[in-house]
């Protein structure tokens, strides 16, 4: 089985905001799989359904973004699903708008909410999905990640969480290095598409 996370904050107040772009790619995929995410359970609205034949389940954290690994531990408990089969979808200020990056496993960097996953699972070995918000170029970063994108901008976003959904599938299949090759490449400029 599989737990697939998108990260964000609860509330209408941050619901098209940067910082969401989990909850937003989660509920792509969630209507690619059939997966209603609709039961509420573990400090988290979550749904259950199956892919290739194994049982998936989808979450998002009601808790604010810094206490994302509350609900993750909790549930993770409750179904005895390995770390390694935990994938985490999220926003990353140090990605262009749109791009994507594909980690089998690493630190938390900036982000609040992959580090209190990693300190509640005890563990940086799990897949993770990064969608990238662009840089705050000099602007303040909590105004950043929690305003509201432009136009544009939730065009590049739209693209963005389709392909993190397609990603995510493959990532389920165990292809995680065809979905690097595939995704990491985005409007990376240059960067190699494994770092």
């Known amino acids: ?6 990260l964000g904050n609860p509330g209408l107040l941050y619901k098209r905001s940067r910082h969401n772009a989990g909850f937003q790619a989660l509920d792509v995929l969630a209507d690619a799989l059939h997966i209603s995410v609709t039961k509420r359970g573990f400090s ?12 998936v389940v989808l979450v ?27 994938v985490v979808l999220y926003d990353d200020i140090e990605l262009p708008v749109g791009s994507l990056r594909i980690r089998d496993k690493g630190s938390a960097g900036t982000h609040n909410g992959m580090r209190s996953i990693i300190a509640c699972v005890g563990s940086e070995n799990f897949p993770r999905v990064r969608i990238g918000v662009g840089n705050h170029n000099g602007a303040d970063l909590r105004n950043h990640v929690l305003g509201k994108p ?36 985005r409007h990376i400029g240059g960067a190699k598409a494994d770092e």
């Open 150 to 185: 432009s136009r544009a901008e939730q065009t590049e976003l739209a693209g963005a969480f389709c392909d993190a959904s397609s990603a995510t599938c493959l990532i389920l299949e165990g292809k995680i290095s065809q979905a690097q090759a595939r995704f990491n490449k």
């Open 60 to 86: 998002k954290p009601t808790t604010y973004m810094n206490l994302s690994g509350d609900c993750i531990q909790a549930l993770m408990h409750f179904y005895k699903c390995p770390v390694e089969h935990l």
């Open 44 to 55: 988290g609205v979550y749904g259950e359904g199956a892919y290739n034949g194994e049982r």
């Open 1 to 6: 089985m599989h737990v697939i996370a998108g």
